[in-house]
């Protein structure tokens, strides 16, 4: 199985500042990788599809990028509603596995 | 407006049965592979079964191959997860997902709470 491990584990930061998520897979992923964000009792949201594509609805604050096995999440100028956990996901090849979250929280 | 509505949580007992349904609405069904994902309470997110849109493909997790079955009726729009031989390793709540580009899953539902305990 490819193993996708994500740091930090938590973070705080504040309102305005630029916040970078790190992902990296066991092996070559190319570009199957994917970001969801998750607020505590609801369903995971996805945020970025296909390493850097940005879902629909999603504000432009959060981006991604990589390729292979090493990739990021950024979200530009943090907001208090981006307070979650956030989780990577690799889609190369079954079983589906996820990183183990990040949890960011606004100071 | 996509929606994916799941049903059929509740506590059962070590070794025993239980059958996750899934109610999708707002899409054609039957032109997308549908997954289940489960998160065990306070831990992170692990994908458990995938089923393409006719049924040709179906994978499992290890963990739940040879007693999680997966199936869908595209006539119901609806998604299937039939569990048995439950253990307390199994406790989560289990979303059922659609599955989109790069294999990502765009929704989500709302989740149904499985708990297995004596």
């Known amino acids: ?107 | 407006e996509v929606q994916l509505v799941e049903s059929g949580g509740g506590l059962v007992k070590p070794g025993g049965s239980l059958r996750l349904s899934c109610a999708a609405s707002g899409f054609t069904f039957s032109s997308y592979s549908m997954n289940w994902v489960r998160q065990a309470p306070g831990k992170g997110l692990e994908w458990v079964s995938s089923i393409s849109s006719s049924s040709s493909y179906i994978y499992y997790a290890d963990s739940v191959k040879g007693r999680f079955t997966i199936s869908r009726d595209n006539a119901k729009n609806s998604l299937y997860l039939q569990m048995n031989s439950l253990r307390a390793e199994d406790t989560a709540v289990y979303y059922c997902a659609r599955a989109f580009n790069a294999n990502s899953f765009d929704y989500w539902g709302q989740g149904t709470l499985v708990t297995v305990s004596s």
């Open chain 1, 1 to 107: 199985d490819i193993q996708m491990t994500q740091s930090p584990s938590s973070l705080s930061a504040s309102v305005g500042d630029r916040v970078t998520i790190t992902c990296r897979a066991s092996q070559s992923i190319t570009s199957y990788f994917n970001w969801y964000q998750q607020k505590p009792g609801k369903a995971p949201k996805l945020l970025i599809y296909a390493a850097s594509s940005l879902q629909s609805g999603v504000p432009s604050r959060f981006s991604g990028s990589g390729s292979g096995t090493d990739f990021t999440l950024t979200i530009s100028s943090l907001q208090p509603e981006d307070s979650a956990t956030y989780y990577c996901q690799q889609s190369y090849t079954i079983p589906w596995t996820f990183g183990q979250g990040t949890k960011v929280e606004i100071k």
